[in-house]
C-alpha cells in the first residue's frame, strides 16, 4: 500500500474523489467486500479490510469519502493520525481551520474535508485517534 497521505478536498494517496468504483478497485487491489453503512445508503461501501479502509460513492459510483481505521496510517501535515492522542491532532488541524465542529466523539473540520473519531473523547482529549474521514465537500449536506 502506497503512502497515505491527506491532500484536503482532494483525497488520500492513490484515491481522489471522483474516481468510479472500478478505478479505485483497480487503484487499492486486494480484497473487496461491499456492504450499507446504514440500513438507508443509497449506495454500497467498498471495505478493503485488509488496509483497514473505506469508500464511500455517490449516487453517480463515484467517490466522495475516505474513512481509515488501522491497520491504515494516514498522515496529514507530516503526522500519523490513528492511535495519536485527540488533543495533538485537534491543534493541528485547528491552526489550519479555526472554525472546526467539536462533539463528544471528536471532531470535523469542512474547510479542509477531516474528520477525526475518537470513541473515548468524553474521558479525556488524550484519548486516541480511532479512525479519520477525509470527505469532500457537500458530503455532510
Known amino acids: 500500500m502506497n503512502e497515505l497521505i491527506i491532500t484536503p478536498n482532494k ?7 471522483g474516481m468510479t468504483r472500478d478505478e479505485v478497485r483497480n487503484v487499492l487491489g486486494g ?4 456492504f450499507k453503512k446504514t440500513p438507508m445508503s443509497d449506495t454500497f461501501t467498498d471495505a478493503f479490510n485488509d488496509y483497514g479502509i473505506h469508500i464511500y460513492y455517490d449516487s453517480n459510483d463515484t467517490c466522495e469519502a475516505i474513512e481509515m481505521a488501522l491497520p491504515a496510517d494516514p498522515e496529514f501535515s507530516h503526522k500519523h493520525m490513528i492511535g495519536r492522542p485527540f488533543r495533538e491532532l485537534k491543534s493541528t488541524i485547528i491552526s489550519q481551520d479555526s472554525d ?7 471532531l470535523l473540520s469542512f474547510k479542509l474535508g477531516i474528520g477525526l473519531f475518537v470513541p473515548e473523547l468524553e474521558d479525556s482529549e488524550d484519548s486516541l485517534v480511532e479512525s479519520v474521514i477525509v470527505f469532500r465537500e457537500g458530503y455532510y449536506e
Open 100 to 106: 472546526v465542529e467539536l462533539d463528544e466523539t471528536g
Open 31 to 34: 480484497n473487496v467486500v461491499e
Open 11 to 17: 483525497g488520500v494517496g492513490p484515491i481522489s474523489f
